[in-house]
Structure formats: structure tokens, C-alpha cells
């Protein structure tokens, strides 16, 4: 089994050369990960896929989600010989499959594996040479399958196989641990949790707006999310102007609904990278200010209706208010396509102390005056339920409503999926 990774951005690790890029892995079947850091340090030894050798050979992993319990498993894992390299949530999932597997089998070791695990995970594993994907029983995180000439892929967005010229085949479903052959995916676990729990931030900003998921396409969710907004929070307005990119689909919605025009206010620098994803704040301010700019003549005068998919920091949309105005924006009115985040997340989303929330201890009337906006309205639950189309027994909202799907040390919660009896 070949690994190589490194830091910085895919095209630093696997550089392009006179248009071929740079792969030294050699084989008919891989894996790799991009590293989107919740649990463990930013370091390279944290960076995925993980490989470990046991009995059977080699086991790789690349894991998108967090393991609420990864602590609790590592003691255990440790008090029965297991030797840790790194920090890493994925580092003690590897470690418990393998384990298991080694011990139980391939399905029972999988079954043992699963009812141990809390949490979020969507997983690529390959045990030498056969390839497995794995999701958890409450569905957190998405995983697909796709298909591009000859060959099956997984993914987490489906997105990637449009990009390579393939097909979108399937979800893979909640609880499903499934083998990718060369002829097609066979199911080789299935569990049920006692729900589902897909994350509504996917929708809401996460995902690329071209990716469907669970049968659900993230750009037609947003545009209702959009029109919605329009019915709940209606104003007089000149002009709906989303903050781009991830403001644009809920911002067209919103024209569409209200009859107000659209138009393209802000321009941002396309070589600027999204700063809810940079690790500082000190990056994360100094990037705002780099990346975007206004069209005078689509500002000037006007009374602007400024769409944004949501608020975590406040950061961007204090700088973009202030900039239209000094641009000559009349009014500015905020509307926000994601109910107030106001709890940490556990399953995955780098949002994890309550202070870093704009919304959480301030009132709508004391955010309005902080960001220096005429009005301010934020989606409701009721209405970001309606727009994914899925009820709030299927969906994750535990950053808005501090009630989890899983049980969390310290946090009050409705459900608890204990995995033992499937
Ligand atoms: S807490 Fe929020 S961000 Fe985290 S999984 Fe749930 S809905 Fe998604």
C-alpha cells in the first residue's frame, strides 16, 4: 500500500507539471482526504487517509465526520495494547476496525465496530486491496456513489462525479457499510438508528450548491430558502444583492419571491479562499477585507436587500454592511438564510465554543445595531425544515437548538442512539 500526503492545498501536495499532475501512487484501487480539521492538531501526522498494518495486511481510512467518543475508545484501546501516533478521531477508528475485524470477522468485526462508534462519520476504508464505504446509522454527513466509465467511486459530494464526467448512483444509506467492486457496490452491513440526522448546515452552506443529497439538490434548497425568506421577512427594497459566493442561490430566491431585482453588488476576489474555514481570526479578518469589492452603480442610491447564507462570527457581514454604505447604499437589510447559530457542533463543522457565536446572548435588536443593518431577519426552523424538506426527525439542528442527536458530555439532549441492539 502506497501513501503519500502532505500540507497545504491538493494542488501543493500533488502538483500539475506541463498539464499532467504530479501522482506518484501506482494501483487500480485508492483513497484520499482533504483535511477539514475539528479533533486533533493541524498537523501533517493528523492529516488523512491513516494506514495501519495488522493480521490481514494493510487498512487505510479517510474519514469525513468526528467520533464523539474518540476519547473514551483510545483508553480503552490503549489499555488493551493499541499504540497511538497521532491526535486523531480517524487514527482511533482505524484502530477499533481494525481490531474488531482482526478479531470478529469482516462483518462482525464491522457490526462490533459500529455500535462503539458516536458520532458522525463518512468513511472511504480499504482493508489491501478491497474498498469499503461506511456512513453512520443516523446519516450526519454525506456519502455517495458514483460511476464513471468502467469504474465505482465514493465520494462525499456528488458534485466530483459530474466534474470527472461520471454518474451519481446511489447514496449510500445510513448505516450502511458497503464494498465497491469492480462491478458494482454490494452491501455488506446495514443498521438502523433509532433516527436520521442529516446535517442542516450541509444544505444551509457546506455542501457545493451542484451536489445532491440524500435525493435532495443543495441549490434547489437554497432558492427556497430564499423565497421563503422573501414571505417571512418582506421589505421595500431596490435591489436583493447576495454576499457571494455562498449568499447567491438564497439571494435569487429572495428576488424571485418578492419581485425585487437581483443584481450582483459585491464582487469578491476569486483567488481569495472562504474565511468560515480559516483557522484565525486574524486570518479570517484580514481576508474579508481582501476579498470582496462593490459595483458602485448597483449600490449607489439604493436600498439594498443583502442575502447571506448564514451568520457564525459576524466578521464578514459587519465589513460588507459598512462597505455598501460607504458605497452609498440608502438602506441596508439583512436577511439570513439560516436560523440563529448558537451551538457548538459535534459532528464535524469546526464551530465549537459558544463565545465565537454572533447570535448566541445577543437579541435580534442588538445584532441589527452591531452590524449597523436597518432590519435584520433570520430564516426560521420551521421554514429551513420546509426548505430541505425533511422533518426535524430527520435532521441535525443541534447548533441551533443545542439539542443533539447523539448524547454529549455536558449538553442537554432528546435522542440518544445507543447502537448495541440493531
Ligand atoms: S450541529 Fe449543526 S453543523 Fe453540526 S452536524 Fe448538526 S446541524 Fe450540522
Known sequence: MNLKKGMGLVSDVFPEREGVVSNPLTGNVGIGHTRYSTQGTKTLENAGPFVVSNTMGYMAISHNGEITNADSLKEELKRKGSVFQTSSDTEVML???????????LKNGFRSAVSKLKGSYAAALMINDRLFAMRDPLGIRPLVVGKVNDSHLIASESCVFDVIGG???????????????????????????ERLAHCMFEYVYFARPDSIIDGVEVFSVRTRIGELLAKEYPVEADVVIPVPDSGRAQALGYSMASGIQYSEGLIKNRYSARTFIMPTQKSRTSAVKLKLNTIKSAVNGKRVVLVDDSIIRGNTLKHVVALLRKNGAR??????????VVAPCYFGVDMKTRDQFFAAGRSIEQMRDELGADSLGYLSISNLTESIGMGNDSLCLGCLTGVYPVSIPGEKYLYQTELEGY
Request: proline share 6%.
Open 95 to 105: 484502530i477499533l476496525l481494525s481490531r474488531e475485524i482482526s478479531e470478529k470477522g
Open 167 to 193: 454518474e451519481l448512483l446511489r447514496n449510500i444509506a445510513p448505516g450502511e457499510i458497503a464494498e465497491i467492486k469492480q462491478d458494482g457496490v454490494e452491501t455488506v452491513v446495514s443498521s438502523k438508528g
Open 331 to 340: 438602506e441596508v437589510h439583512l436577511r439570513i438564510g439560516c436560523p440563529p
